[in-house]
């Protein structure tokens, strides 16, 4: 932990160093030489973190050293914090950060402080850190640079090359043309020993297209002795020379020179080129990273005019170039392999045992999107297509690798040769590469934040207790030892603070504070302005004290957590929070926010969902860096069955926050079209949720929507039940959509929603429709979740057909108030979980066909005709035996209209019990006799 900790240091000053080198001219040499010694340290740091890890305790005095660390690194990130906290105070007008637009001149610092205070902390910081270092030595810390730790010693390497060695005939796809190039090098040309490079990026085939011409009958037949000789990063010359000394003599069946084990480097050179003085040979040297190598093995293997040939497989043009100094060089870019070769060689990987080797037609577009990841990567295609061979040849277990990819490289072992071979690349680059090259990766913060959960999770670090409907992750949590076992680390390593009744005092430096159930006394008196993250739980009161003095005392405050607090107001002076990232005002009862919100230059997620905030003010347009906005509310005034999420209004520059990935809800309602044209800016959106449309409004979004190419939840809701919106105007749609609502009345069913191969829900309300829409959703691949609500269709009948929804896990069909008649063909909805059907009154017989669907697990019956539900009594029921394979079967009744409360029964073990539950917002006064009550 404290190297991560030193690492970000080492990042923010290099950020700080490289913007602001004039700003801080006359320190600027104290500040590299901080960083120097933090590098430094951060070596000493990965080591004791090793030691730490595979020894049974460490030194107290190793402890010590560690924690002062700690500190220090604590200092030097509270000044960083505090030198652009006052370079924004002073100048507002300007973006600052460190990726900010800075005013690079040294008159500023005098405006910021007396620049002899700025040296001298500066130099006692550096001081300290020397001191630091001082005492790793005394310690006997030994760097990660210097030598491999006890741990590391242990560590089974496995070459992921190896199996590029073994490759049938059969499975080489897409080198032939390079093989006849290769071969004809060796057997042709000039009697000078000549080097034949081939070159290309670690996974493109270099070392199996070697081998190919290395094992080539004609290769072999030409010359006199051959050797095979892997080098690779680390390797020792000697014995790499022995090595190749019997396998020359192997190729020949003659008994390797005596003493060739024992003799020194002088003696096992000598004895090479005695060897080779009158002989024809070929040597592969394969994966060779130094230029230096050369410069050692030309001198081994003499130029004796008899055709020598020298192959060598590298990354590196350089070295390439490096040996035409002595020798002839013939040099061999390897390029990723063409389309129809890729295809070739993944269809033969991943169905060599099934479908006679084609890959079935529903799987054919998803496997070029596979492949297409490949890039001709041989390396890639053949280990993704092996993984694939192990696979259900399923669309969903197909499309989840394709998503995770980058994840599955980590962690799967099929892959983790190509995570190996591409990661020794990225070793091998020098410090100030490895940042440059960092910043090509293309994922988002909140991809990698998945992929870190989803790590733990696979780790059995952290368990799932709730999934949504698709298998994605929505709550988790720690088992209750472990999360002891957490606790304990945190206070140990000063990762975090939890101040509670049990813990209300706290001295220390810490960085992250968690509040939990503390009392009035101990909040109104609690400050601190070091804090960043500051997390709130089980309080029942916010001070006035504590809020009006926040921003104050928490003034280099990145996150701030209120979800479920009892808050209901932001102080006007939040704007003065200049690193502030994160503020989440979820399910609070704050109803304003302040104009200064347009302050935080550095605000990347406002979460505003379930607050009672309705507007938000115009100056939020100004930060750019807003990542996600989150802003609905639930109207209570409306029946619980109409409710839903009201869009919250924004008024027009929202074309400026080109960074947002989540805009929810948007109230559209009285607003000009130029405020439509700038949704179309937002190219980086995930989720867009947009309310009040109008038939205007509509298709002029539906043209930008077509822009929006990463979006992945879309919803639409019209004015009222009688605005049409039209949705025909969409005629390519975003590809990635996945989830997908839409209320308001429909003049058509749109035609594009057919052809969404990734939608997985799909929500239509008031649509209206006269024909059964079901006809065009069958055959969506994908879809798991499908709701037809709130007079949606005005049809008597809903036909299920055989094969129809293959993958559809819950259906709801509420509301459907002329709906008379629900077939169910056997062999439909064949994976389907959970049935809702509800106030559709005209369906007056329990559906027959439901016996058919043998996987549902729960069936659900809302505000049904009083007959239809008789009919289900377990014990003289008509109907029951229709029912009677499902493990839970509810029937729910409003209780009192105007409330949200329901009455619910669950029919199980043939008999009619009483509510798990009880009433929500029920009603104080109603009549404990009265047949709708609940049974608590």
């Excluded at 100048?91 to 001149?105: C, D, T, V, Y």
């Excluded at 205007?696 to 919106?725: G, P, R, V, W, Y």
């Amino acid at each position: 932990m404290a190297a991560e900790v030193v690492s970000a240091l080492i990042e923010k000053l290099i950020s700080l160093l490289g913007e602001e080198a004039t700003l801080l001219r006359d320190i600027h040499e104290e500040v590299a030489d901080i960083k120097d010694e933090l590098e430094t340290i951060q070596s000493f740091l990965k080591d004791a973190d090793t030691r730490a890890a595979t020894e049974d305790d460490l030194s107290e005095g190793i402890k010590t050293w560690v924690k002062q660390v700690r500190e220090v690194a604590f200092r030097i990130d509270v000044f960083m914090d505090e030198y652009l906290l006052h370079m924004a105070q002073h100048h507002p007008h300007r973006r600052l950060g460190f990726n900010g637009i800075l005013q690079k001149s040294a008159r500023l610092i005098t405006m910021l402080k007396p620049q002899h205070e700025i040296a001298s902390k500066v130099q006692k910081i550096k001081t300290s850190l020397q001191r630091i270092t001082e005492r790793s030595e005394r310690y006997g810390f030994q760097s990660t640079g210097q030598g491999s730790s006890s741990g590391s010693q242990n560590l089974k390497c496995l070459d992921p090359r190896m199996a590029s060695l073994f490759i049938d005939d059969a499975d080489v796809v897409g080198i032939e043309s390079p093989t006849d190039e290769l071969i004809g090098w060796l057997l042709k040309g000039q009697s000078h020993r000549t080097v034949v490079s081939v070159v290309g990026m670690g996974g493109l085939g270099k070392t199996t297209l070697a081998k190919k011409v290395y094992d080539h009958q004609m290769v072999r037949g030409h010359f006199d002795c051959h050797a095979w000789i892997a080098v690779s990063q680390s390797y020792n010359m000697v014995d790499l020379l022995r090595i190749m000394i019997k396998q020359f003599c192997e190729a020949r069946k003659e008994f390797p020179p005596k003493g060739i084990d024992s003799a020194d480097k002088m003696s096992v050179i000598r004895k090479a080129r005695e060897y080779l003085q009158e002989k024809r040979y070929v040597v592969v040297f394969d994966d060779v990273w130094e230029i230096n190598f050369w410069g050692e093995i030309e001198q081994v293997l003499l130029d004796n005019m008899e055709g020598a040939r020298i192959i060598i497989t590298t990354r590196k043009w350089e070295f390439a170039n490096f040996c035409k100094k002595s020798s002839l060089v013939h040099v061999h870019t390897l390029q990723p392999l063409p389309l129809n070769k890729a295809w070739e060689l993944f269809r033969k990987r991943t169905f060599q045992f099934e479908f006679g080797g084609q890959c079935p037609p529903g799987l054919k577009k998803l496997s070029h999107d596979i492949l297409e990841k490949c890039k001709g990567l041989l390396l890639a295609i053949v280990a993704i297509g092996g993984l694939l061979s192990t696979k259900d040849k399923t669309l969903f277990e197909w499309q989840n690798l394709h998503d995770n990819l980058g994840f599955e490289l980590g962690r799967n072992p099929h892959l983790a040769g190509v995570n190996k071979i591409l990661s020794l690349s990225f070793e091998d680059l020098p410090y100030n590469l490895k940042s440059c090259f960092l910043y090509l990766e293309g994922k988002t913060f909140e991809e990698v934040a998945q992929e870190y959960l989803t790590e733990l999770i696979h780790r059995n670090l952290v368990q799932v207790s709730k999934v949504d409907f698709s298998g994605k992750v929505r709550e988790c949590q720690l088992h209750d030892i472990l999360r002891k076992v957490i606790l304990q680390k945190i206070k140990d390593l000063r990762f975090c603070h939890i101040l509670s009744n049990q813990e209300s005092n706290f001295e220390g430096l810490t960085r992250r504070m968690s509040i939990d159930r503390v009392s009035y006394d101990v909040l109104k008196r609690f400050g601190d302005t070091h804090i960043h993250s500051l997390l709130l739980f089980n309080l029942d009161e916010l001070p006035k004290p504590f809020m009006s003095t926040f921003c104050a005392n928490f003034k280099f405050l990145k996150v701030a957590d209120f979800e479920h607090a009892p808050l209901d107001w932001i102080p006007e002076d939040v704007g003065s929070l200049f690193h502030l990232r994160y503020l989440s005002l979820r399910y609070t009862q704050v109803k304003m926010l302040p104009k200064s919100m347009g302050k935080l230059q550095n605000l990347e997620t406002l979460d505003l969902k379930q607050s009672l905030v309705s507007n938000i003010p115009v100056e939020i347009n100004k930060l750019c860096k807003l990542r996600n906005l989150i802003a609905y509310y639930r109207d209570n005034q409306k029946d619980f069955s109409l409710a839903w999420e009201k869009g919250v209004k924004i008024q027009n520059g929202v074309g400026y926050l080109t960074e947002l990935q989540k805009l929810y809800h948007m109230d559209l309602n009285h607003v000009g079209f130029d405020l439509i044209e700038e949704l179309g800016k937002l190219r980086q959106l995930r989720k867009l949720g947009v309310k009040n449309l109008s038939k205007e409004t509509t298709k002029a979004l539906c043209a930008f929507i077509e822009m929006m190419n990463h979006l992945q939840s879309l919803d639409i809701a019209s004015i009222s039940e009688n605005e049409i919106i039209d949705l025909q105007s969409i005629s390519s749609p975003p590809r990635y959509l996945q989830h997908l609502y839409i209320r308001g009345p429909l003049e058509k069913f749109p035609d594009w929603i057919p052809k969404l191969q990734y939608l997985v829900r799909l929500w239509i309300f008031w649509s209206r429709l006269n024909d059964d829409p079901l006809n065009a959703l069958q055959n969506l691949p994908n879809l798991l979740e499908l709701k037809i609500s709130e007079k949606a269709y005005n049809g008597e009948q809903l036909h299920f057909k055989v094969g129809g929804f293959p993958k559809l896990k819950k259906l709801s069909l509420l509301h459907l108030h002329v709906l008379n008649s629900l077939m169910i063909d056997e062999g439909a909805l064949l994976d389907l979980e959970i049935l809702s059907i509800g106030l559709c009154l005209e369906l007056q017989v329990v559906p027959s066909r439901i016996y058919h669907l043998r996987n549902l697990k729960e069936l659900r019956f809302h505000d049904m005709p009083q007959e239809f539900e008789e009919s289900l009594d377990p014990k003289q029921g008509q109907h029951y035996w229709i029912v009677e394979h499902v493990p839970i079967v509810y029937l729910t009744h409003k209780v009192r209209i105007g409330y949200y409360g329901f009455e619910a029964h669950i029919l199980c073990s043939k008999r009619l019990m009483g509510s798990e539950g009880q009433t929500i917002n029920q009603n104080d006064d109603h009549n404990e006799n009265d047949s709708n009550n609940i049974n608590a």
